[in-house]
Nanobody
Framework: QVQLVESGGGLVQAGGSLRLSCAASGRTSSIYRMAWFRQAPGKEREFVASIWLTEGIANYADYVKGRFTISRDNAKRTVYLQMNSLKPEDTAVYYC????????????WGQGTQVTVSS
């Protein structure tokens, strides 16, 4: 079992920046890939970005590409999401998740951290 704790959310003005962190503990050797998702009020959870822990290869949803950057520190078992040029539509609860292997689903989730972008 993997436990995830997110931090770094808050209130920021449009155009500002925030950096989210996700610290993993427990069976971290089983983690293949880590990702950020978000859920805005009244909307379904959506993918934001993911990163392969070994190769460090990242991919992004189109609506954050060029503004958000996902990175990892394997020694600290922590993944980060640097969010720049924030927009009001980025307002959501941001969740960290892990998957244990290719072709498998995300099976461990954090409790989420609120990001609010004011216009």
């Amino acid at each position: 079992q993997v436990q995830l704790v997110e931090s770094g959310g808050g209130l920021v003005q449009a155009g500002g920046s925030l950096r989210l962190s996700c610290a993993a503990s427990g069976r971290t050797s089983s983690i293949y890939r880590m990702a950020w998702f978000r859920q805005a009020p009244g909307k379904e959870r959506e993918f934001v970005a993911s990163i392969w822990l070994t190769e460090g290869i990242a991919n992004y949803a189109d609506y954050v590409k060029g503004r958000f950057t996902i990175s990892r520190d394997n020694a600290k078992r922590t993944v980060y999401l640097q969010m720049n040029s924030l927009k009001p539509e980025d307002t959501a609860v941001y969740y960290c998740a892990t998957k244990p292997g290719a072709g498998l689903g995300y099976d461990s989730w954090g409790q989420g951290t609120q990001v609010t972008v004011s216009s």
